[in-house]
């Protein structure tokens, strides 16, 4: 377990800001919550069942998604081109899928926690959703899929403005349009088919099944199982690049 001390170091960090990244992660998915869910959505029925009901695991798995992979993805920008620590990971004795695997489960530890919290605010609020085993892996599933991403996009850019522009145009549609607040069939073509490309978009329908007690998409399980591999792989390539 070459990848622990990466996820021990993250962990220390959390645990002497215990306050601050419970703020962080929870702030925007309250307010989606509370605007959309409790606001725009009161009185609305959706499947024959209330509106929050069917909003409310297409929040989770966006809040997996942003806070898997925004820290991840900011932390690495800086340690790669403010800081230079990043230099020093590269050249120590870790391997570049050690290093990619290690600050993959930091993001997914991240994601999940964030999205538990916002299933307690759910249930506080009367919110009911049938949970299982199969929901949490999704969930975990997800979380892992965006901490890889965020690693890879990290990797990727060359300048602060690059890791922003990564988030302009593809972390931020994919929030509204990806299958989150809606059901995607209620696109035209071709719009519902190119948000069917969107990884969270599967995230979403698969959560939103599980929690109403419905059987999952098989077809969805594997885009975003196929997604995560791709997102992963190329990471370890991307990092093995940049350690020569």
Aim: with cysteine; hydrophobic share 55%.
């Amino acid at each position: 377990m070459n990848f622990s001390p990466i996820i021990w170091k993250e962990m220390m960090l959390i645990r002497r800001k215990p306050w601050r990244f419970l703020a962080s992660s929870m702030v925007m998915p309250v307010l989606y919550l509370v605007t959309f869910g409790w606001g725009l959505g009161r009185g609305m029925n959706v499947g024959g069942g209330n509106y929050l009901e069917f909003v409310l695991p297409g929040i989770i798995a966006l809040s997996a998604m942003n806070n898997s992979f925004g820290p991840v993805s900011t932390s690495m920008n800086i340690s790669k081109l403010y800081t230079k620590t990043l230099e020093e990971v590269l050249v120590s004795p870790l391997t570049a899928w050690d290093i990619t695997l290690g600050r993959a489960l930091t993001g997914m530890v991240r994601g999940l926690f964030s999205a538990v919290m916002l299933l307690l605010v759910g249930f506080a609020a009367g919110v009911n959703m049938h949970l299982s085993l199969n929901f949490f892996i999704i969930l975990t599933l997800t979380a892992f899929c965006f901490g890889a991403a965020g690693v890879g996009a990290a990797m990727l850019a060359r300048t602060h403005e690059d890791m922003a522009n990564f988030n302009s145009f593809f972390i931020v549609p994919m929030s509204f349009l990806a299958g989150t607040f809606f059901s995607p069939n209620q696109l035209p073509q071709p719009f519902e088919s190119l948000i069917l490309a969107y990884p969270l978009t599967h995230a979403s329908l698969l959560l939103r099944a599980l929690a109403s007690g419905s059987e999952p998409s098989t077809g969805s399980v594997l885009v975003l199982a196929v997604y995560t591999l791709m997102f992963f792989s190329l990471a370890v390539r991307l990092v093995k690049r940049a350690g020569g």
